[in-house]
C-alpha cells in the first residue's frame, strides 16, 4: 500500500460505480481529482495555514492537525493523455478500474479495464518485488488488452 490521489468522475462511469476511487498516476499526494460532467480533469488546489495548539486534536501528539487546508479551488489541468483509475465495493469486494483518455484536455472516453489486462505478477511470499505495478511505466509492462484499452495498441 502507497499513497494516491483520489478521484471523483462527474460523467457516469461505463459499468454504473459510484464508489469512492483513487489513482497513482498523478503526485500520489493523497489530492483530489474531479472529472467533470464537462469532460475536463481538474485538480483540487489551496493554501494551507498552521492550526493553533489548542484546536489540535491531540495534546499529546501535536504534529497531527498542524495544518488545514484554505482558499479550496479547482484548476484545470488540460491534461493530454491517459491515466488509470479504480475502486472497490468496500473491503473485499468487486474491484473497479478504468482507463481515461484525454485530448488536448477534454475527454474522450473512459473504459473498464479487462481483469486479465496485467501480466502475471513474479512476486513472490518472501519479499521479492513484483515485475509491475499499478501504475504502467513502460508499455511492455501491459497486456494488448491493457494497451488497447487506452489506445497505446
Known amino acids: 500500500m502507497g499513497m494516491f490521489d483520489h478521484i471523483h468522475c462527474e460523467v457516469p462511469l461505463p459499468d454504473g460505480f459510484m464508489g ?8 500520489c499526494v493523497l ?6 460532467a464537462n469532460g475536463r480533469l481538474m485538480i483540487e488546489e489551496c493554501d494551507w495555514e498552521e492550526v493553533p ?7 499529546l501528539l501535536p504534529f497531527v492537525g ?6 479550496k479551488r479547482w484548476h484545470d489541468l488540460d491534461f493530454h493523455g491517459c491515466f488509470w483509475f479504480y ?20 475527454l474522450e472516453s473512459i473504459d473498464v479495464v479487462p481483469k486479465d489486462s496485467y501480466l502475471p505478477s513474479t512476486a513472490s511470499a518472501k519479499g521479492g518485488n513484483a515485475q509491475h505495478s499499478t501504475v504502467t511505466t513502460a508499455e ?5 488488452a491493457r494497451r488497447d484499452t487506452c489506445g497505446l495498441a
Open 53 to 59: 495548539l489548542e484546536e489540535r486534536p491531540n495534546p
Open 31 to 36: 489530492g483530489t481529482l474531479l472529472i467533470r
Open 20 to 27: 469512492e476511487m483513487q489513482t497513482k498516476d498523478f503526485d
Open 87 to 106: 475502486g472497490s465495493e468496500g473491503a473485499g469486494g468487486k474491484w473497479h478500474e478504468y482507463a481515461a483518455r484525454f485530448a488536448h484536455g477534454t
Open 140 to 144: 511492455d509492462d501491459l497486456t494488448p
Open 66 to 71: 498542524s495544518r488545514r487546508a484554505i482558499n
